[in-house]
């Protein structure tokens, strides 16, 4: 037995029977390492992730590997979900020592935390010119033994880079924030590196890269352009129609592992499915295709169904194995199908979804399109057919799933669900999401409003994290834009003004990943980057502004421009890899536009915003004058003096706090709305 038995965290608790002896990340660790003068080996992974399975069952189960780490190492195992912040510091120093990055992580660490040789995964004994991990610990063993010295000068050097890359900016900083034109170069890129055929970026692997998406749909609606959007719906209906999207049960897998999006690593992340369920109800909102709605309903109903816990929050993950075997879950042959429909509609699915004798993936087939149904009979004839081989699915055995709740992700997920209950007019995803956000601030949140980034086994624990707060005060605004309920602007002012206090960069601008008062690492990073999450910076700018707009508060506004000019450089040179940060720009340059609406009750409420919400204003802020909401006025400035005329629905069009003559009347309010927005 090692010293993970104690732990909350799913994937921790998996290595809790491995020979290994296994530490936590902690001062237990670091005090036996010193203790016993042996260097530190850090092996990072999450609970889904498919070759930290195939390494645990080669490696970490093997005594033989296991005698040999435990006599010549301390051994520490973090999951990445639960801590970010180590993950982001120790990844840097895999792609600086390797130029490639991925998990499992393994990381050499000497006695002060810094690393001094790092790779991803390794085999047990060599293999297709990698290296076997055992040679790979022997090496490290003897160099700590015999060449000390360079073992340290090179953790130094290591340490000294990995501090420039967590600022992420030099020190000949701009004083305004950049100008437009670096927008359009981004979509540009955006555009050069299109799929044409398959859509997505690049080659495989294929990620889906839901900021680009969504930057590009953005622009397109903004600029006119129609290649911008075009771009966006391509990728959207190919990953749509391919086998990285589970046509039987709803949701995406994490990434195809080849080009056309057919074979997933079937992993199923929250945070990929929340951003991809935003992404396709902007589509829609965007160019009014149904099919575009149907993809988003069909993720929210799966989140809604399969992830969500008791106590109201959402899930992590589900894993991409079961029965030890990836994909096992998920994939078909036609007689399995021909059993549960019938031989003339079993017959008929398999053929339209691509189900055959060969198979497509190790003899079996990945369920897919080769494109969209159009018949809207045909649609509803299969979606039968799918509900039932569901509940046929459903009683094999499932992946492992991730049980935890994270406050980011789920805020992410709250944001798809708002959104989603608006704009198909789903109050039930609306009550998720409402149930979800009380449940992070009943159970996740402490008496001084610090939030605790991990949930799991009745027990919340951890420091949050820069995008726990980012992300949670976005899904607020959103929320506030679906209910008209002040107490969400309320809350994403408290969560703003702790970003600032806590989080903010006084000195250079920006956001620092972590707090000033929590644990301190070899160094603070800054995340300006989208993987596949949002790039924290961006996310915490994002929802400042989108306060500004509603507060018209200087320091909300100041704090916004001092992260464009901190993050310049990111900008300007890497843009392929922020496109969560060049939304931020747009808006920042693009988005003055105001709009209150006064509305007598909540019935009307709900009338205006499913119209309104159908509609896509990527440069509209949206307040609404509730008369059954409190202390609108207090909190939001945009709302001051704002009142229904005449006891009928009442807007007000504003730049700048200054408005136009109001518009009275359900109809003549939509109207304006779609002139507005181009639709």
Sequence with gaps: MNHLADSLSPYLLQHKD???DWYPWGGEAFDQAKKTDKPIFLSVGYAACHWCHVMEHESFENKTIAEFLNEHFVSIKVDREERPDIDQIYMNAVQVMTGRGGWPMSVFLNHDQKPFYAGTYWPPTERQGMPGFL?????????????????VEHANDISKALVQIAIGTDD????????????EVATDHLLSSLDKREGGFGSAPKFPHATDLMLLLRRGQITGNSALTDAAVLTLDKMACGGIRDHIGGGFARYSVDGHWLVPHFEKMLYDNSLLATCYLQAFQATGEKRHAEVAEDVLTYLCRDMVDDAGGLHCSEDADSEGVEGKFYVWKPEQIIEVLGQERGERFCQIYDITQRGNFEGNSIANLKEPIESIELQAELADDREKLRRIRDKRVHPGRDDKVLVAWNALAIKALSLGGAVLGRNDFLFAAIRAAEFVFDKMTKPDGRLLHAFRGKTAHLDAYLDDYAYLAEACVSLFETTADAKWIERAVQLAEIMLKHFEDKDRGGFFYTANDSETLITRNKDWHDGSLVGANAS???AIWKLTALTDRDDFREAVKETLVSGSVVIRSQAAACAALITVLDRYHGDHEQWGIAVPDHASLESLRTELAQVFRPQRTLSWIHSDSEKTSEIIKLNDNRKMID???????????????PITGHDQIVQAWRVASGA
């Design 18 to 20: 491995n020979p290994v």
């Design 135 to 151: 040679q790979v610990l022997d090496a490290i063993a003897d160099a700590w033994k015999n060449r000390r010295g360079d073992v």
């Design 172 to 183: 000949g900083l701009d004083d305004e924030a950049p100008d437009a034109s670096v927008i």
């Design 540 to 542: 915490a700018a994002s």
């Design 647 to 661: 006891g009928k629905a009442t807007l007000y069009r504003c730049k700048g706090f200054t408005c136009d003559a």
